[in-house]
């Protein structure tokens, strides 16, 4: 690494003019990519700064939205600052314009004075048609409910346009590009093709329990006895991961992450051998602490998995570091979902609410949401797109909000 000043940043050509981003001065300050970079992106900026220590690129980093000498920067910018949206979208379409409307969208869910658009895709009904799981995929939103043999799937406007008859009740669904789907018995996975046929096909895996399932990109990851089960989502061909009975949340091309009540596993993609086994007993100091493993979600760029614990609790385990924080309280009843929606962390609970977290200032010094919004019911499900933020209750409710005026992909 060669040794400079920070003062070297004043030779980088600019990208952005502040003043033509419609964002206050308060929020452009308080980005500092820093906290997002994962050890090769750091590598890979070290190419474009003379930096002498690490606390001097820090200080760099509070203007890396402002630097980049050309729009092919822009994707490693976007994807480190906006992991969740970038997933979202093709590597072409993340331009410069991308960039500035994502900044200045942030700023909404910070603008008190901002209120979301609703749009009720389902209004009250009664208890034994709640909400148990929605999952979103290419404009379409898909809901399950507690007591009935059917997944919907609605249209961006609130409209419902097909509704599919299942075996079972749907404890869990989820979507790729081409299909949805759902379960039957315990170890048998049903496929859903969107289309005027509704062709739908089922096969059973044994020892697998998809009422635990997660699907990413083409691929349907499910807990299984024997570890982690991975099943292609064209062909019905299936990979074992083999280890302790763990649900997996997250997948790239090098690892599969899989969390139980004793630890957080990661196995190699191609060996199918485990890489590491986390311990979460032993970084717990409270004896009592249970968690709670149908929610949570996995912050990639920062390396932490959120879980809910002992009801109204969350905590959070940092991979890199194999630490764990301590249980704090969020809400007032046990927490239902968590998930990430433009970088935020959401949970939803029991007590009737919804809250939106600043994922950068989440600590036991600063427990106070960016927005808590409060329902008739309990809020049992969380989902996302792009831009929007779905929600299902207890007594049947499905509502979008929109904190954006402006669909991402129809800037210009």
């Known amino acids: 690494m060669q040794i400079g000043s920070i003062h070297d940043i004043k ?5 952005y003019d502040e003043s033509k981003i419609n964002v206050s001065k308060e929020a452009i300050k308080g980005i500092n990519f820093f906290d997002y970079l994962p050890e090769e992106l750091l590598l890979y900026f070290t190419n474009y700064f003379k930096v002498k220590e690490l606390g001097l690129f820090k200080a760099i980093c509070k203007r890396f939205h402002q630097i980049a000498s050309d729009a092919s920067h822009i994707p490693v910018l976007f994807k480190t600052r906006f992991p969740v949206l970038a997933s979202f979208l093709k590597k072409q379409e993340i331009t410069d314009r991308f960039y500035e409307k994502a900044i200045f969208n942030q700023s909404r869910m910070f603008d008190k004075a901002f209120s979301p658009k609703e749009t009720f895709f389902r209004m009250k009904s009664n208890y034994q048609e709640g909400v148990q799981a929605l999952a979103y995929k290419e404009d379409v939103v898909y809901s399950s409910f507690f007591s009935k043999k059917i997944v919907t799937a609605w249209d961006q406007k609130g409209e419902m346009f097909q509704h599919f008859e299942c075996s079972e009740i749907p404890h869990c669904i989820d979507a790729s590009k081409d299909y949805f789907f759902c379960h039957g018995d315990i170890d048998e996975l049903i496929r859903h093709k969107l289309s005027t046929d509704k062709k739908t096909t089922s096969r059973r895996y044994s020892k697998a329990n998809f009422w635990y399932f997660k699907v990413i990109d083409e691929t349907i990851y499910a807990r299984a006895e024997y570890g982690v089960i ?6 019905g061909k299936h990979k074992k991961y083999r280890g302790e009975s763990s649900i ?15 630890s957080v596993v990661a196995w190699d993609r191609e060996t199918k051998k485990i890489r590491s086994e986390l311990s979460l007993i032993s970084q717990s100091k409270d004896p009592s602490l249970k968690l709670f493993l149908q929610a949570k979600a996995y912050f990639s760029e920062g390396n932490r998995i ?3 614990a002992n ?17 704090l309280k969020i809400h007032q009843s046990l927490i239902y979902g968590i998930i990430f929606y433009n970088n935020e962390l959401v949970t939803s609970s029991a007590d009737n609410t919804f809250k939106i977290w600043d994922i950068r200032n989440f600590n036991y010094s600063n427990t106070t949401p960016i927005r808590s919004i409060e329902h008739d019911s309990f809020v049992t499900s969380l989902c996302c797109s792009q831009d929007s933020l779905f929600i299902g209750t207890r007594i049947g409710e499905i509502v979008k909000y929109d904190f954006f005026e402006t669909d991402l992909r129809g800037v210009s």
């Not at 109204?312 to 249980?327: F, H, I, N, Q, T």
Request: overall charge neutral; some cysteine; charged content about 15%.
């Open 11 to 15: 030779s980088c050509p600019q990208k």
């Open 230 to 235: 991975a099943v292609n989502s064209k062909t």
């Open 248 to 262: 997996p949340f997250y997948a790239d091309e090098n690892q599969i992450l899989g969390v139980n009540y004793q």
């Open 306 to 308: 959120f879980l809910a």
């Open 311 to 327: 009801n109204a609790c969350l905590v959070s385990y940092d991979l890199r570091e194999g630490k764990m924080s301590p249980p």
